[in-house]
């Protein structure tokens, strides 16, 4: 029962914690809002003579959130492939500690 359970079902649901966790990130920042308007002006301003400017200052800020919400999306990703890794060999490490 136990293998069952820490081996099968536990991973399951914590993927499936893992996927929630990573929708809620992904909508807490707007990371695929700021992909899909990244050309739109930032508020936007469409007045005469200042579309350009908007679009272009739209971009450079959109430049810098998305790098910072790519860089914390690759930290979220790498802490969950940890957590993942650590809790499937926990056992096994319990196990060779005890024999070593």
Not at 15 to 41: C, D, I, R
Not at 59 to 83: P, Q, R, Y
């Amino acid at each position: 029962m136990f293998l069952k359970f820490w081996f099968f079902e536990s991973p399951l649901e914590m993927l499936k914690f893992f996927v929630s966790l990573n929708k809620a990130f992904l909508h807490f920042f707007s990371l695929p809002l700021f992909l899909e308007t990244y050309f739109q002006p930032l508020k936007n301003e469409y007045r005469q003579g200042l579309v350009g400017f908007s679009r272009a200052m739209g971009i450079i800020i959109k430049t810098f959130l998305i790098t910072a919400d790519v860089i914390m999306l690759t930290a979220l990703l790498a802490a969950e492939t940890f957590i993942f890794v650590g809790y499937i060999f926990f056992p096994i490490a319990t196990v060779w500690l005890l024999f070593l």
